[in-house]
């Protein structure tokens, strides 16, 4: 199966380990994993902003050097929800557009979403040891209905315990530019997210969207939790969860 | 009811520290989404429900007129008269006819959001007519002369104490702390004002076209003996709330009150039909039913027109993580949560209400909850279009935004512009490898750290073979 890799603009730039932690779990799935070398961003954020001229030009963009690939992976949910759900209905008004990018959205998946449900691989690379919490990201689990997927991978490693927290499907307050333009609204919602990842003594708290995961990290680290580990899930099913 | 939306951003600082807010807050979790959730899983087939709902819905508003008129053939043939008001203050002038058409001095209410959009009891006041609040949640905040800052649990940004202080104050009588002492004290305060009213007023669930009744869904009673005991009842509603059938009321029951307040059915559901005949034991002489507009019909075949399908159950805003923060009373007007910060913008001019459509993080727990299927999120982003279109946001926002895009298209500059970002930002993180500030992102770092990126971007690292 040839995979095109979409990292995002938020793993390229603030942690490219979890881009190569997707190509190790691809790879490691039988898969030949394709990084598109001039991919930038989705166009979420213009898009969630009213911006919708330049989401169609990123999402036009995105077609062009996506659209040849069998699946199409993405370590965020919220990217894959843009690609797959909001792609098509930027276009609901031109019928050839709109048939490729359903098809293009059809064969895009989010990371976990496409090792539990596509490509099945056996044993995860990771080796995990010790107790970790899953926050679950909005658009990854209302648009695209990952809950489940992340959590059998996590169960799989011997080493892994997961304990719940409770609400782990509320929003952590992050939403894109929401966090700056409402910093004290976002920061009482991640405020509520932490005491829920702290009443779980977990080692980590680990999520599958790293716009979220800066935003839970930014408030533990505030409120003085140095020693809560704040991964991906990606990291911690690929091994690479430790600083090189 | 005056619009102060623009104030939203004080207002939540404010909510954010009122102590006693937050305590009442903290309940909205057990009791409204608990409590759905308890009672939701007995529609077995709930998404269909919804569906069906939804489709109910739509069949109505894309043909409004006609309904309109086929309820009020059917409502006139029953003896109820029916009036159209453009705006909130027709309906005050209307009621404030009826009222001193039939010599009315006191009038008892049972719950109408759609009074509260008018400001009815103030107008009411001013035409000489005593207006007694009966929802027991909406006479706590008469008494309190605070507006209700949930659709559905007007007083539910109070705890008991407050209360039990009130009641105390207003009814000059030994402070009570039990809640049925507490509702016992109400009941009996409240007695002589149905037995004495001139005028029962109330709302309309649902207007139901092929009968030509008002429906009401409710808990207490009081709406029963508002719209049976006095001489005349004015019930008051928004246009879009007909529907064709009973039977299509039936669908839009099994979700109300499973949405709204975790109930299987509420302890009241009352379908008022025309006025008292000659051979009925009860009901009031003179029925008057009051549509109001007030800017929903603008919305019908406009890309917002899906808001209209709301029943008004209030799932939404239970469900969300802003409103579950801040309450009702910050949005600033009649409607608070997603519903409201759509609806307030279309209803009351969107210059007026800047940050409603932006408060929002687009998790999405409306849209998966509303049980006409409204897409929340969705609506919000159209409003932000209409913003930016408007030219009602911030130059730095725009800026930036403009900035980000052409950079996203431009993928060469864009991979030089990242490179030299993030080398940068990764330096100010220090040894922690965490900003404590970060200029122009005071917004974050106000509150939170900023985890420093790994100081290399994945494109120039994957360019180099480096696989980590």
Redesign the interface.
Known sequence: MRIGLF?T?L???????I???A??LLEAAGCKVV?P?????C?Q????????K?AE??AL?FLAEFESFDYVVVPSGSCAGMIRVHYP?LFKDDPALLTRFTALGQRTCELTDFLANVAKPGKMPGNFQGTLTYHDS??GL??LDVYKQPRALLTAMPGVTINEMV?S???C????????????????????KCQHIADTHADAIVGGDLGCL??I???L??NGDHATR?LHVAEVLSG?DEE? | MQNTSLQFRNQVTIKLADARLQDALSRLQSRFVEGRSAVISEIADLEEARTAAATIRDRVINNLEHWLVHFEQQATACGAIVHWAETGADVNRIVAGIAAQHGVKTAAKSKSMVSEECGLNDALELAGVKVMETDLGEYILQLAKEAPSHIVAPVVHKNKEEISDLFAEKHHLPRKTGIAELCREAREVLRPAFLNADMGISGANFLVAETGSALIVTNEGNGRLVTTLPRVHVAITGIEKVVPTLEDVTTLLRLLPRSATGQSITNYVSVLTGKKNAEDHDGPEHFHIILLDNGRSSLVGSEMQEMLRCIRCGACMNHCPVYQNIGGHAYGWVYPGPMGSILTPLLGGIEKSPDLPNASTFCGACAAVCPVKIPLPDLLRKLREKQLQRGMKSWQETFLLKVWAWLALHPTIYAIATRIGVRLIRMMGGKEKLLHTLPGAGGWTDGRDFPAPSGKTFRELHKRGAGQ
Do not use: W
Not at chain 1, 11 to 17: A, E, G, N, Y
């Open positions: 990292v603009c793993v390229d730039s603030m942690r490219p380990r881009g190569f932690a190509i190790k990084v070398k001039l991919q930038t961003c166009g954020p213009g898009y969630n902003s009213g911006d919708r330049s030009a990123l963009k209905s909005c658009s209302r648009e609400e499907t509320t929003c307050g992050f939403g894109g530019t929401f966090s700056v333009k409402y910093g004290e609204l976002s920061t009482r919602m991640a405020d509520n800066l935003n990290e930014g408030r680290r505030r704040v690479l090189a």
